[in-house]
């Protein structure tokens, strides 16, 4: 689950932000944001309304919200959970993308498919490269260990996996990255990698989605 609140004011919290299910988080994210902060407004995917406790507004592929003049578009992004979405702000070239798309990485297929995970991620990929991601947890280093086993030739992925380290050496965040950044050094979308497809023996046959589930299995086990 990825929460955030999306209005500070005088330390009162106005609206939470949920972009799926996070079934170890959820409850104690919720008790914990709500008291002793005032919580005006929850709001989430349509698809998981009947998991997320106390949703208010409940948004779907392709619809709009307003906050603080900033327009939010919502992306179904399925494949960690069936009901993901991802809110992207056009006008200021940010995407938060929860638990589908992480830094060198992407979610667990917990309920979702490959195709599901591949289709969401072509998703985000359509936008502009300039793009920065925002997701939902801190993994980058990890990450990128398990990226540098499977594709060592890939200089753009050192050099990224480089300067990760050294910022999370300094207590600093690595997140946000860019979305060029991703597509030249996330395994996840690179099923045109050569490298990686021989590292795994993933076929010049295999599609897309397969190539992700080949990653993901391979992942899971490292």
Same mark, same amino acid.
């Given at each position: #689950?990825?929460?955030?609140?999306?209005?500070? =004011? =005088?330390?009162?919290?106005? $609206?939470?932000?949920?972009?799926?299910?996070?079934?170890? =988080?959820?409850?104690?994210?919720?008790?914990? #944001?709500?008291?002793?902060? =005032?919580?005006?407004? &929850?709001?989430?995917?349509?698809?998981?309304?009947?998991?997320?406790?106390?949703?208010?507004?409940?948004?779907?592929?392709?619809?709009?919200?307003?906050?603080?003049?900033?327009?939010?578009?919502?992306?179904?992004?399925?494949?960690?959970?069936?009901? $993901?979405?991802?809110?992207?702000?056009?006008?200021?070239? &940010?995407?938060?993308?929860?638990?589908? !798309?992480?830094?060198?990485?992407?979610?667990?297929?917990?309920?979702?498919?490959?195709?599901?995970?591949?289709?969401?991620?072509?998703?985000?990929?359509?936008?502009?490269?300039?793009?920065?991601?925002?997701?939902?947890?801190? *993994?980058?280093? @990890?990450?990128?260990?398990?990226? !540098?086993?499977?594709?060592?030739?890939?200089?753009?992925?050192?050099? *990224?996996?480089?300067?990760? @380290?050294?910022?999370?050496?300094?207590?600093?965040?690595?997140?946000?990255?860019?979305?060029?950044?991703?597509?030249?050094?996330?395994?996840? #979308?690179?099923?045109?990698?050569?490298?990686?497809?021989?590292?795994?023996?993933?076929?010049?046959?295999?599609?897309?989605?397969?190539?992700?589930?080949?990653?993901?299995?391979?992942?899971?086990?490292?």
């Amino acid at each position: #689950m990825n929460t955030s609140s999306l209005r500070v =004011q =005088q330390r009162c919290t106005k $609206h939470i932000r949920c972009c799926s299910v996070g079934r170890d =988080q959820l409850n104690a994210s919720i008790s914990t #944001m709500a008291s002793p902060l =005032q919580i005006e407004l &929850v709001i989430g995917p349509l698809g998981e309304k009947e998991r997320i406790p106390g949703i208010d507004i409940a948004l779907r592929d392709g619809e709009k919200w307003m906050f603080g003049g900033h327009e939010m578009h919502v992306l179904e992004t399925p494949g960690h959970t069936k009901g $993901h979405v991802s809110f992207y702000f056009p006008e200021s070239g &940010v995407i938060f993308t929860g638990d589908t !798309l992480f830094s060198l990485s992407c979610g667990k297929l917990f309920e979702g498919s490959a195709e599901q995970m591949w289709s969401s991620l072509s998703k985000i990929a359509s936008l502009s490269d300039h793009v920065r991601i925002f997701c939902g947890h801190e *993994y980058t280093v @990890s990450n990128a260990k398990f990226a !540098l086993s499977i594709e060592p030739g890939n200089d753009a992925l050192r050099s *990224y996996a480089a300067r990760a @380290s050294e910022l999370r050496s300094k207590g600093l965040p690595t997140v946000p990255s860019t979305l060029a950044e991703e597509k030249s050094c996330n395994p996840f #979308m690179r099923p045109f990698s050569a490298e990686i497809r021989k590292s795994l023996n993933v076929p010049d046959t295999a599609s897309e989605a397969e190539f992700l589930g080949r990653v993901r299995k391979a992942k899971d086990k490292f």
